[in-house]
């Protein structure tokens, strides 16, 4: 079964300041991968997914996150944190053969960005 | 293009109450999922829908329940409420313009915040 892990549910940067949120997936065959964010108030809006090719995969808002199958990982980073970054973030995984669009998603990490 | 829309946005019923949830979504998207999202349990995959069939369910009891009609606009019901059914809702579309393994982006919608009294 897969399953997706997000170490630490709140993470505190200051503007400016890289920013790292983590995620690690479990999964028996490779993934399908996003992360997604959510505002207050509102729906989920993706940030960037992984399903094949180049393991290194940008998104909007200068976010981009690095497929490592070896460590089975699929961290976020920005390199400067903005206050309009403060939101929650998820990390998500699907499977690709599956002829669904079921997404499981981590517990998420709440951003914070401090002036 | 519109984006996803469900309606209501908000909601407030007494336990033993069921409810219907609408999602439409995006021009031309033809797969509907429903998610529930609670500070407990995070967020729960319910069902898909593809083409009015349920092709995918998640881990929910038979009180939730669902249907897509031939807009691929699409409903959720959840009967004989209990406080821990208090969440928000989430539909999300994809065009899934085939079946088979695929993975389509899928587009939120603002969810419909349900409070079970």
């Known amino acids: 079964a897969q399953s997706v892990t997000q170490l630490g549910s709140h993470v505190s940067v200051s503007e400016g300041a890289l920013v790292l949120l983590r995620c690690n997936y479990s999964?028996?065959?490779?993934?399908?991968l996003f992360w997604y964010v959510q505002y207050p108030n509102q729906g989920l809006q993706l940030l960037l997914k992984y399903t094949t090719g180049a393991t290194l995969v940008k998104g909007i808002n200068g976010f981009e996150a690095e497929f490592k199958k070896s460590e089975t990982s699929f961290h976020l980073t920005k390199p400067s944190a903005h206050m309009s970054d403060a939101a929650e973030y998820f990390c998500a995984v699907s499977d690709p053969g599956g002829a669904t669009n079921k997404l499981i998603f981590g517990t998420g990490t709440l951003l914070a960005v401090q002036p | 293009k519109a984006g996803v829309t469900q309606t209501p946005r908000y909601l407030i019923k007494t336990r033993g109450q069921q409810v219907t949830l609408s999602c439409s979504p995006i021009s031309g998207h033809r797969s509907v999922s429903w998610y529930q999202q609670t500070p407990g349990q995070g967020l729960q995959f319910l069902f898909e829908?593809?083409?009015?069939?349920?092709?995918n369910k998640g881990n929910f009891p038979g009180r939730f329940s669902g249907r897509q009609f031939s807009n691929s606009r699409s409903e959720m019901n959840v009967s004989t409420l209990e406080l821990g059914d208090s969440a928000l809702y989430l539909c999300?579309?994809?065009?899934?313009?085939?079946?088979?393994?695929?993975?389509?982006?899928?587009?939120f919608g603002p969810g419909t915040r349900l409070l079970v009294l």
């Open positions: 999964s028996s065959v490779p993934p399908y």
């Open positions: 829908y593809f083409s009015e069939t349920q092709r």
């Open positions: 999300a579309s994809s065009s899934a313009i085939r079946t088979g393994p695929i993975q389509e982006t899928q587009y």
